[in-house]
């Protein structure tokens, strides 16, 4: 009897410990898998705040950029345009232009104010160009005619026409020249014919040449010394008498180191002697010489090289 009841007890302290280990066990799960669910819902939650944090952020920087743009299209619309046609443009020179006319028989006209420029084209005597005003009369002066532009020398430029004598003015005021000069040297002989031994008859440069005999026009250059570049220029005509009459005198210049008794090729020295002029030439056709004329252009050279066979031709 004390046997049964001995495992009565223990059966049913067996059943007791295993049904409070099932208890025990189903309440962990059921705490775990609530823990579980705890945590979930928190990440959840979480996860949602750093959305929510991300989303708030993102709307905070589009406000900043939509301002930003703002302040630039409030800066843009305050900021004047530099390409906008209704501002002022910058003032310009303007250039006032006169007319001038070529005071030499020709005259180059540069691309440029020096004459390491090309040449544009060329301009002659009287020609009427217009000027740029302002320059210097001895500076380069911008000039245009009706065909090109370009610079020139002002120096070379005048106000008005150079008056030009015709053959027939010119052979007039030599005639009356040589008729008053004549008339004159008749009154000194008249008025001094009664007091005065008989002069001596006058005598110039022409007259103590003696290889002249057959010619009737001079032109003659004299200087006081070998090693000097200044000169003496005369022109002189045969009058009706035979006699040589003086036309010019005036002052000019020859080689560099003067004159030279025997000429080499580049030693910068005038030749000495006696010379003549066969041909006449120019560029603008012959101005009225009786000499052969040749009127030169671009293809036209003078031949300085010693070794050549066209040397000085």
Do not use: C
């Not at 619309?77 to 303007?94: F, G, I, L, M, Y």
């Not at 009664?194 to 008859?201: M, V």
């Not at 560099?256 to 025997?262: I, W």
């Amino acid at each position: 009897m004390n046997k049964r009841k001995s495992f009565l007890i223990i059966g049913s302290l067996l059943i007791f410990i295993v049904a409070a280990s099932s208890f025990g066990y189903i309440y962990n799960q059921s705490k775990a898998q609530t823990k579980v669910k705890t945590n979930q819902d928190s990440l959840i939650t979480e996860v949602t705040e750093t959305e929510s944090d991300l989303i708030a952020k993102k709307s905070e920087d589009t406000a900043t950029e939509n301002t930003d743009d703002t302040i630039d299209e409030v800066d843009q619309e305050q900021s004047p345009d530099p390409q906008n046609k209704e501002d002022k443009p910058e003032k310009t020179a303007v250039k006032t232009l006169s007319t001038k006319y070529v005071s030499v028989s020709s005259l180059n006209v540069r691309a440029g104010p020096s004459t390491n420029y090309d040449v544009s084209g060329v301009v002659t005597l009287n020609q009427a160009i217009e000027a740029v005003e302002g320059s210097s009369p001895t500076e380069w002066v911008e000039v245009q005619t009706e065909k090109f532009t370009g610079f020139v020398n002002g120096k070379y430029l005048s106000d008005k026409k150079i008056e030009l004598k015709s053959s027939s003015e010119k052979a007039a005021s030599k005639n009356k020249k040589t008729t008053d000069n004549e008339s004159k040297e008749k009154d000194e002989s008249e008025s001094t014919e009664k007091t005065d031994p008989p002069a001596k008859p006058k005598t110039n440069d022409a007259d103590k040449l003696k290889t002249v005999s057959k010619n009737n026009q001079l032109i003659l250059v004299t200087s006081n010394d070998y090693g000097t570049s200044s000169a003496k220029i005369q022109t002189f005509e045969r009058n009706a008498s035979g006699s040589w009459d003086r036309i010019l005198s005036t002052s000019g210049h020859i080689g560099k180191k003067g004159f030279a008794k025997n000429k080499v090729e580049g030693d910068q020295k005038s030749p000495r002697g006696k010379y003549t002029i066969g041909t006449a030439f120019g560029r603008q056709g012959n101005p009225g010489t009786k000499l052969p004329f040749r009127n030169i252009t671009a293809d036209d050279v003078w031949v300085d090289d010693p070794q050549s066979q066209l040397y000085n031709t």
